[in-house]
């Protein structure tokens, strides 16, 4: 069945074109059409989908987020123990007991007697922030403030051991039941030793003779 007839009148109107199309014509056209517009679709994947994370080599935990080998954001693994030929030495007091520590603990040790007094020895690699920070620190640990370094200077005494000079500080806290502080810092191969003698008031006092005697006897290995 022919379609409408669509007449083109020319500039001077003398002839017409006549055009006639088929129905079947013109289906078949637009099938090619939508046939060709189907082949050129892509096929996209969705933009949220997450990759698939790589297996992780054998042998080896696999990555955990957050901190580097699965350890959370701000936490740092402690130093290494120093080698034995780079580690303190010293002679034990009397009835006092020694035990390993682990991580920056170096090693505990623990005077007789009743009440709280405890030895911690510490070693840090580097300057580990410098003496007046560290020192100030311990000063707020027990509750007391802060000092310049003009005041800390009058405030340090120096031992003498054969693995060098100790800076040793002794701080006692106020109130009723007062703590104390005797520390000494010492610097070897690139580390920094703390060795700290905290407690009641009463029992560190007790036991500062022997301790002083502990950092006299001091030496590398």
């Given at each position: 069945m022919p379609i409408k007839t669509i007449l083109h009148p020319s500039r001077e109107g003398a002839s017409t074109l006549r055009l006639r199309l088929s129905v079947p014509a013109l289906a078949a056209g637009m099938m090619f059409m939508l046939g060709c517009g189907r082949d050129q679709v892509s096929h996209a994947t969705p933009a949220n989908t997450a990759p698939v994370p790589a297996p992780a080599p054998q042998g080896m935990p696999p990555a955990m987020p957050g901190g580097m080998g699965g350890m959370p954001e701000g936490q740092l693994p402690p130093p290494p123990r120093p080698s034995a030929s780079g580690s303190l030495k010293w002679a034990v007091p009397k009835g006092w007991t020694?035990?390993?520590?682990?991580?920056?603990?170096?090693?505990?040790?623990?005077?007789?007697?009743?009440?709280?007094?405890?030895?911690?020895?510490v070693v840090l690699p580097g300057a580990a922030g410098g003496e007046?920070?560290?020192?100030?620190?311990?000063?707020?640990?027990?509750?007391?403030?802060?000092?310049?370094?003009?005041?800390?200077?009058?405030?340090?005494?120096?031992?003498?051991?054969?693995?060098?000079?100790?800076?040793?500080?002794?701080?006692?806290?106020?109130?009723?039941?007062?703590?104390?502080?005797?520390?000494?810092?010492?610097?070897?191969?690139?580390?920094?030793?703390?060795?700290?003698?905290?407690g009641e008031a009463g029992p560190v006092g007790k036991?500062?003779?022997?301790?002083?005697?502990?950092l006299e006897s001091l030496h590398l290995d």
């Open positions: 020694e035990t390993q520590g682990s991580g920056m603990r170096f090693a505990t040790l623990t005077p007789p007697g009743p009440g709280k007094a405890e030895l911690a020895v007046p920070a560290n020192v100030n620190r311990w000063r707020g640990q027990i509750g007391l403030a802060p000092l310049d370094d003009n005041a800390l200077a009058g405030l340090r005494k120096p031992v003498k051991s054969k693995a060098g000079t100790v800076s040793v500080y002794d701080f006692t806290s106020e109130g009723s039941a007062p703590s104390r502080m005797i520390s000494g810092l010492i610097s070897i191969n690139g580390s920094t030793w703390f060795l700290k003698l905290t036991a500062k003779p022997e301790f002083m005697r502990f």
